[in-house]
């Protein structure tokens, strides 16, 4: 194995006063090289670009947006169906609004829908996770896997519609419904990762000199389980606003009027291929965004990869 | 009168077999440490010898707790500490230590230095709450390494550094007894000895005994006062340094010495006859009746095939496990 | 004059990293006579597998060969394309690697790996599987390896390290082969294993007819198996004699701080160890690199880079005491 000794700051932090400064120094560094690793990656710039951009949208709309008012209950039917022209550059639909105002507050949604998602699901799944590969073998262990293996068969767009069908179809409850299928894959996922991280010496080392099992789970396994569940993460984003449009598409999630990619798609459906602007403008929306927070996913790898660069 | 600190007694350590499905294989079992017997005294350094699969490292583990005991006891400072780390009270994982092999493993690449070393003195309570960065850069200190270092995380400090790291967590509990499990194999020969000659240090300044595994019989030589060789889970001989290797009496003894590479003629004096080793080392899961060394054993009897040689004590303190001896 | 095989002339290499552009090779002089066996001898970090990676054009993207030359048979390998090289790979230089796990694809069987070696050897008597599979038995059967028939529909997982290291060894001297590299080989092999592993190596090595380079970090391990020693320190050579006279006299003060690192077998402890750290390789001392550590450091030392340079007895030394 051979190994770069780096030599650095052997000279310049000699104070033992100045803790906040080296900390602030190491965390800026850290930052930096983090970001150094991302960027190695070209289409992770590309990725990160698209996903920033759509996001600014989003948030921007009321200010950018051509048509605010188009958002919500609007209607102007001599202006319907326009093909895109220079005052409406994604054309009209066929209430006479303007797609491009929509498809732009349709953004929203669709990162409310992934950032609402995993963020429940991802602290969930990796925690039972944890404990379910450090305490492998014992009952814990085994009762979270066979759980976990019930709910990976449920498929996910299927179950969502069973929810939203049950109870009323809004954004919360596909947003819930999608929660509930997706976190398995987290367990699983953080499952072979504290397994394997379990047997590290580093981690007997802890566990010899008498640590806390909350300790050892949260402070030594978890943080090397990050990259993973990160890189996941960027992915993931894509997948579950994907969900998100499908189930829309069907007619579960935001109502009309409020605009969603999927809803938009379907409005857009039957009036292929004349009026083809309706339906394909919201659908390359959401083309771009997965394609987006797919290209950052290999960059989110390498940055949380502990090699040298 | 020196007490002893730690003393072995028949202990074994089997580990069962798993066929391809994932069940234990009956009566099958990788005999890892096959009955031994140790006393170590308080102070000295004692080291522990062998190839890879002798069961030098198991028996380290088994010391620590790591492993728990198949049978046999354990007795440090008299009291019975044949159980695994999980069920041992937090004094005694205070009183020994271990310094893994692999500086690449033995610390999170994910956690600073500073807090590597904070963990073993804020679990038993030793942590100076007024002036803690202190307390730990004189931890620091006591292995050579500045204040620089605490900050920084293991995977932009080098090998023997780390392992400096390793020792100053390891001796931050100020512990009796420290196990060395190979601590400089993977490093240069001049942080080897940087590193050596910093535990000479230590042992003298906070009076530890260390228990001390490896396979450099060179490094056996100037670091250690007495000497046991393991041999596919059973220790063949054990004597104090000097005489273990100006007198070796065992066959096994005599082939690890002769094949060490050296630099010097007069140290190939030092070396006895070149032994070759032949025929494979037999895997521990089917260990040959008799004695275990016989299939490579140069001076390997009919006796040798049928019955396996006990311990004897040849001359003072000098123990040999072999029928040549008998 | 003795045929080369290889020589190296100034060789400059320096790694693109996060932190800067860090100079590793520093002006890097080697070379090799046929069937000559020379050892390079030095610590982690000093530049050793990254000079024979040079020679074999496997460095990492992100190296850059600055400077100099690297001559096989009189022919620049710098300056060659990528065709001009793959023959080279395939019958002059093979490499054995220092993890034979690493080295051996664990999902094909052994005879599997060596019949594409043989394959690639476009050697006219193994033309067609029979004859190739001769050649893999012979191949295995020269390192001592039992049952090498069985041995070619194994897998490496189940051998022990001393026989994988033993195959790459087969490998690498299967067919013949002007230059043989050997990456410390048997750094992770037991002493008794490393000792047949060594002997092994050396023998067929001197059969063929081949040059051995080894790289180890071990003094006694190179002289046990080569008749030649290059000392290297931060990305220089400071040291070059046959074995028999680097150990009656050392030259330069690295070669000198190594030796009584070494712990003896006639007992007597074990010296303090060399103080200070390689040099950074982002920001190097200049002059001679050794400057920051060395007892007999002079003014001049910290100038000038001393000239790698021979000083009698075939002995070469870069150092300004001589």
């Given at each position: 194995m051979t190994e770069k000794r780096s030599n650095y700051n052997n000279n310049l932090l000699t104070n033992v006063g100045n803790e906040e400064l080296a900390i602030k120094r190491d965390k800026i560094e850290g930052i930096k090289r983090a970001w150094y690793k991302f960027s190695l990656n070209r289409m992770s710039i590309i990725g990160l670009a698209t996903v920033l951009i759509v996001a600014l949208l989003g948030i921007f709309e009321p200010l950018i947006a051509p048509y605010p008012a188009h958002v919500g209950p609007f209607v102007d039917f001599?202006?319907?169906?326009?093909?895109?022209?220079?005052?409406?550059w994604m054309g009209t639909d066929n209430f006479g609004r303007d797609i491009l105002s929509r498809t732009m507050f349709a953004f929203r949604g669709a990162f409310v829908m992934g950032f609402g998602v995993l963020l429940v699901v991802v602290p969930i799944g990796s925690i039972l996770g944890l404990i379910a590969g450090y305490w492998k073998g014992k009952t814990i262990s085994t009762f979270i896997l066979r759980v976990t293996d019930i709910f990976l068969a449920l498929p996910p767009l299927i179950l969502a519609l069973c929810v939203c069908a049950i109870m009323r179809p809004t954004l919360f409850n596909s947003m819930m419904a999608v929660t509930i299928a997706w976190w398995p894959w987290y367990t699983r996922l953080v499952y072979g990762m504290s397994t394997s991280i379990s047997n590290e010496l580093y981690v007997k080392s802890a566990e010899l000199l008498g640590a806390s099992k909350s300790h050892v789970l949260f402070k030594e396994i978890l943080p090397n389980c990050l990259s993973p569940i990160f890189t996941k993460m960027t992915l993931d984003m894509g997948w579950v606003i994907l969900t998100g449009a499908s189930l829309s598409f069907v007619g579960l999630g935001e109502q009309p009027p409020t605009p969603a990619l999927g809803t938009m798609v379907s409005d857009g459906a039957k009036y292929l291929p004349e009026l083809w602007w309706i339906s394909i403008f919201p659908a390359l929306a959401i083309m771009i965004i997965v394609l987006g927070f797919n290209l950052m996913g290999d960059g989110v790898k390498d940055m949380f990869s502990s090699g040298e660069v | 009168m020196v007490n002893n600190i730690l003393e072995v007694k028949g202990l074994k350590k089997y580990f069962p077999i798993y066929n391809a499905g994932g069940v234990k294989q009956k009566g099958v079992f990788v005999k890892a440490i096959d009955g031994i017997d140790l006393s170590i005294r308080e102070g000295e350094t004692f080291g522990l010898v062998g190839e890879s699969g002798s069961g030098k490292s198991t028996t380290a583990y088994n010391i620590v707790g790591m492993y728990g005991v198949t049978e046999g006891k354990i007795l440090f400072k008299g009291e019975d500490i044949s159980i695994i780390t999980n069920s041992r009270s937090l004094r005694l994982k205070k009183d020994i230590q271990i310094v893994f092999q692999d500086p690449g493993t033995t610390l999170n690449p994910q956690r600073s230095i500073r807090q590597i070393l904070r963990l073993p003195l804020q679990i038993h309570g030793m942590l100076n709450k007024q002036n803690e960065e202190a307390q730990i850069i004189r931890l620091l200190n006591t292995v050579e390494?500045?204040?620089?270092?605490?900050?920084?995380?293991?995977?932009?400090?080098?090998g023997g550094e780390r392992q400096m790291v390793a020792i100053a967590r390891a001796i931050a509990t100020d512990p009796s007894l420290v196990v060395l499990d190979e601590p400089t194999s993977s490093l240069d020969v001049s942080i080897q000895a940087k590193i050596i000659n910093m535990l000479l240090k230590l042992q003298k300044q906070h009076n530890l005994t260390y228990v001390f595994i490896t396979h450099d019989l060179s490094l056996v030589r100037n670091f250690t006062t007495r000497v046991a060789i393991m041999y596919l889970g059973k220790i063949a001989e054990i004597a104090p340094t000097a005489q273990f290797f100006r007198v070796p009496k065992h066959p096994y003894t005599k082939m690890l010495l002769s094949s060490i590479p050296v630099i010097s003629k007069m140290e190939e004096e030092l070396k006895p006859k070149k032994i070759k080793s032949q025929g494979e080392i037999p895997s521990p899961v089917d260990v040959p009746p008799g004695c275990s060394f016989n299939t490579r054993c140069p001076m390997a009897y009919d006796k040798c095939y049928k019955v396996d040689p006990v311990m004897k004590e040849v001359e003072p303190d000098h123990m040999v496990r072999c029928h040549l001896f008998d | 004059m003795k045929d080369t095989v290889v020589e190296i002339r100034d060789l400059y290499v320096g790694f693109k990293t996060f932190k800067g552009y860090t100079k590793v090779l520093n002006g890097v002089d080697l070379s090799v006579n046929k069937g000559e066996r020379i050892s390079i001898v030095g610590e982690t970090g000093c530049g050793k597998t990254t000079t024979v990676k040079a020679i074999l054009q496997i460095l990492a993207k992100q190296a850059k060969i600055e400077k100099g030359e690297i001559l096989f048979k009189g022919k620049d390998l710098l300056k060659m394309t990528k065709n001009e090289i793959k023959p080279i790979r395939e019958t002059g230089i093979s490499m054995i690697f220092q993890d034979p796990v690493a080295a051996l694809n664990p999902v094909f069987t052994i005879g599997q790996q060596l019949s594409v070696v043989i394959k690639y050897?476009?050697?006219?008597?193994?033309?067609?599987e029979e004859a190739q599979k001769e050649l893999a038995i012979k191949a295995l059967k020269e390192t001592s390896l039992p049952d090498p028939k069985r041995l070619l529909n194994s897998?490496?997982?189940?051998?022990s390290g001393g026989m994988r290291q033993r195959v790459c060894i087969a490998m690498a001297l299967a067919t013949p082969r002007s230059l043989v590299i050997a990456d410390e080989p048997t750094t992770n092999l037991d002493v008794t294993i490393q000792d047949q592993v060594l002997q092994i190596l050396k023998q067929r090595v001197q059969d063929k007819g081949s040059s051995l380079i080894l790289i180890t970090h071990s003094l006694g391990v190179a002289r046990e198996t080569t008749d030649r020693i290059y000392v290297m320190y931060a990305g220089n050579m400071v040291e070059a004699a046959s074995t028999s006279e680097l150990f009656k006299n050392q030259y330069h003060p690295y070669t000198k701080g190594l030796i009584s690192c070494i712990p003896k077998l006639s007992g007597g402890g074990i010296a303090e160890g060399i103080p200070g750290r390689i040099p950074n390789y982002l920001n190097p001392p200049y002059g001679c690199r050794y400057s920051t550590r060395c007892p007999k450091v002079m003014e001049r030392c910290t100038k000038e880079k001393p000239e790698f340079k021979d000083v009698g007895n075939g002995h070469q030394v870069a150092c300004f005491l001589y």
């Open positions: 001599a202006s319907a169906c326009q093909i895109p022209s220079i005052s409406h | 390494l500045s204040s620089d270092f605490l900050y920084k995380y293991p995977t932009m400090i080098g | 050897s476009r050697l006219k008597r193994t033309k067609g897998y490496p997982f189940q051998l």
